[in-house]
């Protein structure tokens, strides 16, 4: 459809807001918004979408007015020029994510579906299991960018831990891969002040917090 300066421009007439946008190449977050304090919309889409229709762009500016906004036609857009990203060739990780009691695509798809708009393209899995069950914090799930894999550790398939957590966890997880690891004054952060306050968003975050540190 357009060049970049053309989206840029068109983006910005339909949602009614300046934008600042960059054309990534990232496989993982089709698309990602941060409002700015002058009023604007820092906006990260795919190079993809700019071959993407009128309909295409006037539903990312309706979901740009509107986060609750529904993106069926993007969606599809994704699917059907899947071909159009480029990832480097690397052996796929061997993946197992239904459990005894908790499956973890299920519980990912609904994730991606509320939170992220369906715009994640990861992979989820439980890790390998082990004969002595060690709980950590930082340990519950891991993000690997390399691979667009999430592994969530195996101890936490059981009876006795609620649906809400391992959500929870998830979710964790997938904004590591929407947001990435942040630079600031030089440093990396990957829990930075934008993701502590993403994740507060997760509707069980006070259950979950409650959960580990008592429960758990």
């Known amino acids: 459809m357009q060049r970049s300066g053309a989206l840029k421009s068109f983006i910005e007439k339909a949602a009614g807001v300046p934008i600042d946008l960059t054309i990534t190449d990232n496989s993982k977050s089709m698309l990602s918004l941060r409002h700015g304090h002058k009023g604007d919309v820092h906006v990260r889409i795919h190079r993809m979408f700019l071959d993407a229709g009128a309909a295409v762009i006037q ?17 599809e857009f ?13 052996r796929r990780a061997v993946t197992s994510s239904e459990g005894k009691y908790h499956n ?16 994640l393209a990861l992979d989820i899995t439980w890790g390998r299991r082990q004969t002595k069950t060690v709980y950590r914090k930082r340990r519950l799930g891991s993000y690997d960018s390399t691979g667009s894999l999430i592994r969530i550790h195996p101890a936490l398939d059981k009876s006795n831990v609620p649906r809400y957590f391992i959500e929870y966890v998830v979710y964790h997880e997938m904004l590591h891969a929407a947001l990435g690891i942040q630079v600031k004054n030089g440093r990396r952060s990957i829990h930075g002040r934008e993701f502590k306050r993403r994740e507060r968003l997760f509707r069980d975050f006070d259950r979950a917090d409650e959960f580990l540190k008592y429960k758990l």
């Open 59 to 75: 539903e990312i500016a309706n979901f740009i007015k509107n986060r609750r906004n529904k993106t069926p036609l993007t969606r």
């Open 78 to 90: 994704i699917r059907e020029n899947h071909s159009a990203i480029e990832i480097p060739p690397k």
């Open 104 to 119: 973890l695509k299920l519980i990912y798809e609904a994730i991606n579906e509320e939170y992220f708009n369906g715009q």
